[in-house]
């Protein structure tokens, strides 16, 4: 199993290099996330465009009438792609469904994001704060953004980091989990950050194409510019739609008829918000693009080549050949696309969130792998920056017919591809280790100017290409790729006393004139120690401010506090909860029964008692080191910090920390060292913990102590399998 944190090392023989020089240069490269243009130069007479992104689920690249489908009709896209922007070679930025999102919404590759694999790969399934979305961008522009249908990434809850709202999604309506989303008439749909019943026989599709009008009606009318990103998913498995339509009498099986209609269903949507922005007099002020997450599925009975769903490419969903990750791309902007234009450029769909910045004038993170490809859009397609490569990644243990087939058995394998210019390289590793030797693993070339269905591997006939690519696909992995910080990020110290801000320019551009403020309810007051201002904010730079936050007495109920920053052309918020310490402990208790001044959790929830992390408490089995059960514990994944208020009243911390026998089981690879600090002096630092070594025992001293800080922290560099478990920690008082 490959770690995110694995390293990797390799490069290229210089024969390999000069193969690689001798081909078309490409054209001179921006630095990622910086805008071709001034960001004044995005503004039409009424401000920045309205902005909508529709993408769909599992669409293959001949699943379209406008890419050269016969069976299935697609009036509005194919109307879309005349009146506008056809991209001819357009990716997914994986060969399923989380990853590719994933990459969407944060212009980073799948060498370099967060989410790298389908929840069950391996790896986590979630974003975190630091993965800034495309929605994010857009907010700092003033831009009023709502999500409705399939996000994909867990935890199924309201209040965490991964969650739409926190990911800069003002509205959103629709699925948080990507196992959920495979629901068409499911019992409830998300509204921001609660459940909402869905009344029984409802088709969530249609609810949410709804909600997806509504906004529009809310906004189009507003003083700000909206950004709307719909994401049906249609026509994922199974194949269930209210009506099969014209497909009823159609001589195929039922779950084919079902998945045509399911298409015809997506294409009437993207019509009636098409519609909708026409009726509401922004059509000529908005531009919209549409897309596929990945290639064509073949789950639950649909059979892709009856209709020709990957057109004259190789492969399906999960594969790394072009029909697994070419996918439609259309933009359509009346006054600013001239009709029936196409495009050859590469583009993959890490360049939606560079893009989008550049017609809004918003303010790019600079440390990603997308290019604004706004300039094709804009008619100057000859200035828009080229990529020097594309890149992906693989690890999906789901297996279909069809995909196996067209991976010569080799589905579950790890596997990369790498594109430069006509080249494409698709490798399997021996087995789900990507750190294998070049050596071991199996490398296909082939060119795609001469052979775009990937049919003759070229490899042996190419040995200086093949190592070159090699070094590419190795440079492009990174186990970790730490983000430079972007944005307002507002904190809250342990004991609730002072509030950190931290405005920063995580862009290529300095910000003139930024300031920061901490406005707080009536009663309190916020007294900022140190610099307010900066002007101007550099590139790569921060304005770090404290603020010593009084409340009123007696201490109030908790309060969400709103930073807020501007720029001369941004403006920045992050709301904070500020929670008065909870009483310290009045007797011997148990810490998975007091309440936390605080929790951060590497991955999920802290499991408490018997959780397993997923759901809530009480769902999951005791926590077993070798054998024996503990019915009381924590349960964390590396990195994590648990903050427990004592108020000075405790004497000893007593517990078991380490790796337990069901994380032991998943994976030997787990290692982890537990540090106990109090008041953040550390009192106890265990040796590295494993599964084979065992918990470590502690009894601490902790008198006079007023916060206890529990700490996991990773160590080997590699955190997929760092769930650690304190059991039975245990606070006895004075």
């Not at 549409?290 to 209709?307: M, Q, T, Y």
């Amino acid at each position: 199993m490959p770690s995110r944190r694995h390293f990797l090392a390799g490069s290229a023989a210089a024969a390999g290099l000069a193969a690689l020089a001798q081909l078309p240069a490409a054209a001179p490269v921006a630095a990622a996330g910086t805008p071709a243009g001034a960001a004044a130069g995005a503004e039409g007479p009424a401000g920045p465009p309205h902005l909508v992104v529709i993408l769909a689920d599992d669409l293959g690249y001949g699943d379209l009438g406008a890419y050269g489908q016969k069976l299935i009709a697609t009036p509005r896209l194919d109307q879309l792609a005349a009146q506008g922007l056809r991209f001819t070679d357009a990716y997914a930025a994986a060969a399923v469904c989380a990853p590719s999102r994933a990459a969407l919404l944060t212009g980073l590759h799948t060498g370099h994001a967060a989410v790298r694999a389908n929840p069950g790969g391996g790896g986590p399934g979630a974003l975190g704060a630091g993965d800034t979305t495309f929605a994010e961008v857009l907010r700092a522009r003033g831009y009023r953004t709502g999500l409705f249908g399939k996000w994909g990434f867990g935890p199924e809850a309201g209040d965490q980091p991964s969650h739409p709202g926190a990911r800069g999604f003002e509205e959103f309506y629709g699925y948080i989990d990507h196992g959920h989303a495979h629901q068409y008439y499911p019992s409830y749909l998300w509204h921001n950050g609660a459940k909402e019943p869905v009344a029984a026989g409802t088709f969530a599709p249609d609810a949410i194409a709804a909600r997806a009008l509504g906004f529009i009606d809310a906004h189009a009318g507003g003083p700000d510019p909206f950004l709307l990103f719909l994401t049906p998913n249609l026509p994922h498995a199974p194949s269930e739609v209210p009506d099969l339509g014209a497909y009823a009498s159609k001589p195929w099986t039922r779950e084919n008829k079902a998945h045509a209609a399911q298409i015809s269903l997506l294409d009437a949507q993207v019509g009636a918000v098409v519609d909708r922005l026409a009726a509401r007099g922004v059509a000529d002020r908005t531009v919209v693009l549409f897309a596929s997450d990945n290639g064509p599925h073949e789950e639950g009975g649909v059979n892709p080549d009856l209709f020709d769903a990957n057109g004259p490419l190789r492969g399906y969903k999960r594969n790394l050949y072009e029909g697994g990750v070419r996918v439609p791309l259309i933009a359509w902007a009346p006054g600013r696309i001239a009709p029936g234009t196409t495009s050859a450029r590469p583009t993959p769909l890490y360049d939606v969130l560079p893009t989008l910045a550049e017609l809004a004038g918003a303010p790019a993170p600079a440390d990603i792998d997308g290019l604004s490809a706004a300039p094709v859009l804009n008619g100057s397609a000859a200035l828009a920056p080229l990529h020097d490569h594309l890149y992906w990644y693989r690890d999906e243990q789901g297996v279909t017919s069809r995909a196996n087939a067209a991976d010569g058995g080799r589905a579950k394998r790890v596997a990369e591809a790498v594109r430069k210019d006509r080249w494409k390289a698709v490798r399997f590793a021996p087995a789900r280790d990507l750190g294998a030797p070049d050596a071991q693993w199996q490398f296909e070339l082939y060119d795609l100017g001469a052979d775009a269905g990937e049919q003759r591997d070229v490899a042996a006939a190419h040995p200086a290409v093949v190592s070159a690519l090699t070094a590419l696909l190795r440079s492009s992995w990174s186990d970790t790729y730490p983000r430079r910080p972007w944005g307002l990020t507002a904190t809250v110290s342990a004991d609730a006393a002072t509030v950190t801000t931290r405005l920063s320019n995580g862009t290529a551009r300095p910000w003139p004139d930024a300031r920061v403020s901490l406005p707080v309810p009536a009663g309190w007051t916020a007294v900022p120690a140190g610099p307010v201002s900066a002007a101007p904010l550099a590139p790569g730079a921060a304005l770090t401010t404290v603020w010593t936050v009084t409340a009123p007495t007696p201490s109030p109920a908790p309060a969400v506090l709103t930073a807020a920053a501007t720029t001369s052309a941004y403006r920045f918020s992050a709301p904070v909860r500020l929670t008065p310490l909870p009483a310290p402990p009045a007797r011997d208790s148990w810490l998975s029964d007091l309440p936390w001044v605080s929790a951060a959790n590497g991955w999920g929830p802290v499991e408490i008692d018997r959780s397993n992390g997923r759901k809530e408490a009480g769902d999951g089995t005791p926590i077993a080191f070798g054998g024996v059960t503990y019915a009381k514990g924590l349960g964390v994944h590396a990195p994590s910090e648990l903050v427990y208020h004592l108020g000075g009243r405790g004497s000893r911390f007593t517990a078991l920390v380490g790796i337990d026998d069901f994380s032991k089981k998943q994976s030997a690879a787990g290692a982890t060292r537990a540090t106990v600090r109090g008041d953040g002096r550390v009192l106890f630092t265990t040796p590295v913990l494993t599964g084979a070594s065992g918990p470590v025992p502690l009894d601490v001293d902790v008198r006079g102590v007023r916060l206890l800080h529990l700490v996991v922290e990773d160590a080997n560099a590699s955190s997929s399998f760092d769930h650690t478990s304190w059991a039975s920690p245990r606070v006895t008082v004075i």
